[in-house]
């Protein structure tokens, strides 16, 4: 089985392959287009990249002896338990997973890998997860997929937090792409005077209920929650910890998706195939294609 420092170079390449064209081949139409549906199609660049962030950051950061590992919610997750089970059985037998909620324990489950809960292991060696935006400081923005609350849970019991996004989740402050706004777990009841005090005293007085798509009402989080999302001006995003410290102290908010300084380190997948890596240090290293 491969150490992770030595599978830094196999990550397959997705092979383009050109549609047949119907002319001049002598085929019926009706074969071409048998033929092309079951052709390899190209992978999305976006989800290239996500997957290039995800491999690059496992590959730098599960290492052979860590025992206890987090898995984060959202569209990269999928290519880190990927690149975990590529470690092999023999290692992954001894580990023990914990998940951020629903999505992340099918994952675990379907990759036939071992369950935990966070209350049966409070310490984690690693925790690898997505966001919705990433600031110039490693400040994020999370809970798109209102899993904050568990997120932030396993990232403040793990010993090393890692982000993994492709390139649009890059940006130097946070709500530059991110239109929805800070996300706030609430509890039910307390919502509509929660919504009042973003409104009126915290300066959010666009924050609304979020409510479902296949549902009548609002989303409810894994833990029987209310989300409202509120967005801040850039006054409020230069530092985030101000906002985020207010928000938690109103009475019915139960968790905020700001995660402050939280990350060692955020992976993201550029459409070139290269990955840049920003720590929270403040250095940032761009590692070419071919080297991913
Ligand atoms: O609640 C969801 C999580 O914080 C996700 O990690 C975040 O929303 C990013 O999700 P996606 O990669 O699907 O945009």
Redesign the pocket.
């Known amino acids: 089985m491969p150490l992770p420092s030595q599978m830094h170079d196999d990550i397959p390449a997705t092979p383009v392959i050109p549609e047949i064209k119907p002319v001049g081949l002598g085929l019926p139409e009706s074969v071409v287009a048998r033929i092309n549906q079951i052709l390899p199609k190209p992978m999305d660049p976006i989800e290239q990249s996500?997957k290039f962030a995800a491999y690059k950051a496992v590959d730098n950061h599960v290492k052979p002896e860590d025992r206890v590992i987090g898995i984060?919610?959202?569209?990269?997750?999928p290519y880190v338990v990927d690149r975990i089970v590529q470690q092999g059985e023999e290692v992954n037998k001894g580990r023990v997973f914990i998940p951020?909620?629903f999505q992340s324990k099918q994952l675990i489950v379907e990759a036939g890998l071992t369950l935990g809960d966070v209350d049966q292991y409070p310490t984690i060696d690693v925790t690898l997860?997505?966001?919705?935006e990433v600031d110039h400081a490693l400040n994020c923005v999370?809970?798109?997929?209102?899993?904050?609350l568990r997120?932030k849970v396993l990232a403040e019991a793990a010993k090393t937090f890692i982000l993994v996004?492709d390139h649009r989740?890059n940006v130097e402050y946070l709500g530059t792409n991110f239109a929805p706004g800070v996300?706030i777990e609430v509890v039910p009841f307390a919502y509509a005077k929660v919504l009042q005090n973003l409104h009126h005293i915290l300066g959010s007085p666009k924050a609304t209920l979020r409510m479902a798509i296949k549902k009548a009402g609002p989303v409810v989080s894994d833990n029987g929650n209310f989300i409202i999302d509120a967005p801040f001006s850039r006054e409020y995003m230069l530092d985030p910890y101000v906002i985020m410290a207010q928000i938690k102290m109103l009475t019915g908010v139960v968790e905020v998706?700001l995660f402050c300084k939280m990350a060692k380190a955020a992976y993201f997948g550029n459409p070139d195939g290269s990955v840049t890596i920003r720590d929270l240090e403040g250095h940032t290293e761009t590692i070419k294609a071919e080297e991913t």
């Open positions: 996500k984060g919610s959202g569209s990269t997750v951020t909620g997860d997505g966001a919705d999370k809970g798109g997929g209102a899993c904050h997120e996004a989740k996300p998706g």
